[in-house]
């Protein structure tokens, strides 16, 4: 077979199975940096065609490459590699359903991990005293059945690690910023990494000095752009999360307007009931008087803390927390929060307090459904504290407070919005678990400046 193929290819053959390598390896990692991506339908067939379409366009750039003098036409050469690596963003093209900024961040991946796996073979090669450009062997000129064995296990386990580390990572925030950020590092990416191996191959057999270094940059290279790409989905995941804590919090704001006007309402009708009831106290028996004021105390509860927007959402909750008989206990100084903006203390206190009405409205035993709330002035700082009892605080990470919430997909925003509200302004939030008790505490210096309004 190989003979049939060495006769039919001829002076080519060399160009053609190095661009094949190439290009089947370059796709291979791109593949599995793609893995978690959304795929067209005939996936598998998809990957087929074009890996064969791939090998056969790498015939006529092998005969373009051989063609073209060793130590001459550069850009020619150069092209040559391009195309075989643009080969390999064509089928991530043709087999993912993706915008091509997320194509090209995965393509840009995989080309700098083929760089590493591969480098970092020839480089041991090279230290062993071979020449990786006649022998895939660490030992020998010579291959035998022990030399295949090594060359394909080297690069199972460099693939299977590719494998690993890209399965689960996440997605791009699509924004012109990141687009631009991903394209200009693909560009980078890709004419310095083809360019370094078309230089490579013409002055790399001059000095062996020359050639370690090369292949030692293109792994360094390979190494920076990964962190790079890890930077891009940490920064994107940042955005991600800031767009929704904005939301949350213009959602916030809207429940607050409504809350504070509804219980506007009710204290107006809480108002007049109750003059009501003087002129019917005489017309009622006991029971029913009881009962009617009942009712009424249930809509009116006004708790009082000095701060108009924590009085709103002490009102609105202690209506929850009575229809869930729960009991809620406040001891606020609510002018010690004046620093905070109305959207703020709205967030901060209503995801609170969601959160410990959350986990206490389901205890069977009803004597431990109580909700403790302090703002207290300690010295140089305000303390803030929630107490209450829990069944069971910790996710299977023992991170966040899980949630018996229908949408899972905004679980431990509540919590991260809190955080970040209070990073704003130099606190800390911690988070605590102990004998079945739970306590978030914020603590925020009255030493450190607020942010400015927005």
Not at 50 to 66: E, H, I, K, Q
Not at 324 to 353: E, H, V
Not at 387 to 413: E, F, I, M, S
């Amino acid at each position: 077979m190989l003979e049939f193929i060495f006769a039919l290819l001829g002076k080519y053959t060399y160009e053609y199975f190095l661009f094949c390598s190439n290009f089947l390896q370059t796709e291979l990692c791109a593949v599995l940096c793609s893995w978690s991506r959304n795929r067209r339908r005939h996936y598998v067939l998809r990957v087929i065609l074009c890996t064969v379409a791939g090998m056969l366009l790498c015939l006529p750039v092998s005969v373009l490459n051989t063609e073209t003098p060793l130590n001459s036409d550069l850009p020619v050469r150069v092209l040559c590699y391009l195309l075989v690596s643009g080969m390999a963003f064509g089928t991530l093209t043709v087999c993912y359903d993706e915008k091509p900024t997320e194509l090209l961040f995965c393509w840009c991946s995989g080309v700098a991990y083929q760089q590493i796996s591969t480098r970092f073979y020839q480089l041991i090669q090279n230290l062993c005293g071979v020449n990786d450009k006649l022998s895939l062997s660490f030992f020998a000129e010579t291959l035998g059945w022990a030399d295949w064995l090594i060359y394909f296990a080297y690069y199972a386990a460099a693939y299977c690690l590719c494998f690993w580390i890209f399965r689960k990572r996440g997605r791009l925030e699509l924004d012109r910023e990141t687009a631009i950020n991903v394209a200009t590092m693909s560009v980078i990416t890709v004419l310095l990494v083809n360019g370094l191996v078309c230089v490579a191959r013409v002055y790399e057999g001059e000095s062996f000095a020359l050639n370690i270094i090369l292949k030692i940059f293109c792994i360094l290279f390979g190494v920076i752009i990964l962190f790079v790409c890890a930077g891009l989905l940490s920064q994107s995941k940042t955005k991600r999360d800031m767009n929704v804590l904005k939301h949350m919090w213009r959602q916030e704001q809207l429940q607050f307007e409504h809350a504070k006007a509804n219980i506007e309402v009710i204290n107006a009708k809480c108002h007049d009931l109750k003059h009501m009831f003087a002129r019917l106290e005489n017309k009622l028996n006991r029971a029913e008087i009881d009962e009617l004021k009942e009712a009424v105390e249930f809509y009116d509860r006004n708790i009082k803390t000095g701060n108009e927007i924590l009085d709103v959402i002490l009102c609105e909750k202690s209506m929850i927390c009575a229809r869930d008989k729960i009991r809620l206990t406040c001891l606020a100084d609510g002018k010690l929060l004046s620093f905070l903006s109305p959207a703020q203390t709205y967030s901060l206190f209503g995801n609170m307090l969601d959160n410990a009405i959350e986990a206490v409205r389901l205890l069977p035993d009803e004597s431990k459904r109580i909700i403790s709330l302090t703002v207290r002035d300690v010295g140089d700082a305000v303390e803030i504290e929630s107490v209450n009892y829990c069944a069971d605080t910790r996710d299977a990470a023992g991170h966040l407070p899980q949630t018996n919430k229908a949408d899972r997909n905004k679980h431990g925003y509540g919590i991260k919005n809190m955080k970040y509200i209070t990073q704003q302004y130099g606190g800390t939030l911690s988070l605590d678990e102990h004998d079945g008790t739970f306590t978030l505490h914020i603590r925020i210096s009255k030493k450190v400046p607020p942010p400015p309004r927005q």
